[in-house]
């Protein structure tokens, strides 16, 4: 006996609709992933507040982003930066130093224990880095433990359950089943941490065409998928189009400057857009495909 598929394809507001103040949520974009910028525009736009930000050991501008909007009330990461275009976000830096944004440290060895532990739906996972250093006098979710079985002390890492998993892919069917360009190993851990998992794609395909290649399925159980060609943008889809460069520039600069700078900033790429469609028409198909990955 078999048992009807569900369809699992909504509109960007509905899915950002489930994204409500005070959420814990996992935002994807380490690695091979990349940044659920269109949903994350929608975040902002429905007007989203206190939330706890998961982000892995480094995030992006995204989550600076969340923060300049005011959205944002604590971080789990290591890292919000840009590297070489920003040595540290921002509007992160101008939050923390405020105190208006708790910051919650992790490395990626933390970051993949707790999602790990959220996923199998246990308090805590067993890990052996760290042990010896001061991390656990640092750090209130990690706690010195005995093995039971007689072995090494270990490290027990806390639990750290998303109530929703914003992501973005390559593609998907209309039944969930989302497969990434590379492995989304990142994707994947916030998925299975999560509740509630949305995933933006570029592009929708046919169950029949995933099924030709289901060893590239990547998150077999979506609850929502988006489509939001271009998505990503100004970050990079791999298989699709690199960075925008110039435009994570320009944020960089307003978000340095603040006030009425940055504020203009976000009227005219967030919330003077209607939706997703109104984004893509103020920067341009030729701009978005100009990023092209093989000039």
């Known amino acids: 006996m078999t048992g009807t598929r569900e369809r699992v394809v909504v509109e960007l507001a509905a899915a950002a609709g489930r994204v409500e103040s005070g959420m814990t949520v996992g935002v994807g974009g380490l690695g091979t992933s990349s940044h659920p910028m269109a949903l ?3 975040v902002i736009r429905q007007g989203t507040r206190d939330l706890t930000v998961v982000a892995g050991p480094m995030a992006g501008l995204d989550v600076d982003l969340l923060i300049a909007a005011g959205c944002v009330r604590e971080v789990v990461s290591s890292y919000v930066g840009a590297e070489r275009l920003a040595s540290i976000g921002p509007a992160y830096r101008r939050a923390v130093e405020a105190g208006d944004v708790a910051v919650r440290e992790v490395d990626e060895g933390i970051w993949v224990q707790g999602l790990r532990a959220a996923a199998q739906l246990v308090p805590f996972q067993a890990w052996r880095g760290g042990v010896g250093t ?9 706690r010195p433990i ?13 639990a750290l359950p998303l109530d929703v998993a914003i992501l973005h892919a390559a593609t998907a069917d209309a039944y969930g089943n989302v497969q990434h360009v590379g492995t989304g190993f990142a994707d994947r851990l916030q998925s299975q941490a999560a509740d509630l998992t949305i995933v933006q794609v570029e592009r929708i395909e046919s169950n029949e065409g995933i099924r030709r290649a289901p060893w590239f399925t990547t998150i077999p159980d979506a609850d929502m998928v988006v489509h939001a060609p271009g998505g990503a943008h100004p970050y990079a889809s791999p298989g699709y189009f690199v960075e925008d460069e110039d435009f994570l520039r320009d944020y960089v600069a307003a978000a340095k400057a603040g006030g009425a700078e940055l504020a203009a900033w976000l009227d005219r790429y967030v919330h ?11 920067i341009g198909l030729r701009r978005l495909f100009g990023l092209g990955e093989h000039p």
């Not at 001061?134 to 990690?142: G, Q």
């Not at 005995?146 to 806390?158: E, N, Q, S």
């Not at 003077?272 to 103020?282: E, I, K, Q, S, V």
């Open 40 to 42: 994350l525009h929608q």
């Open 134 to 142: 001061a991390l656990p006098d640092r750090n209130p979710d990690l």
């Open 146 to 158: 005995d093995d039971p079985f007689g072995g090494p002390a270990l490290l027990a890492v806390r």
């Open 272 to 282: 003077g857009c209607a939706d997703h469609h109104d984004y893509l028409d103020l």
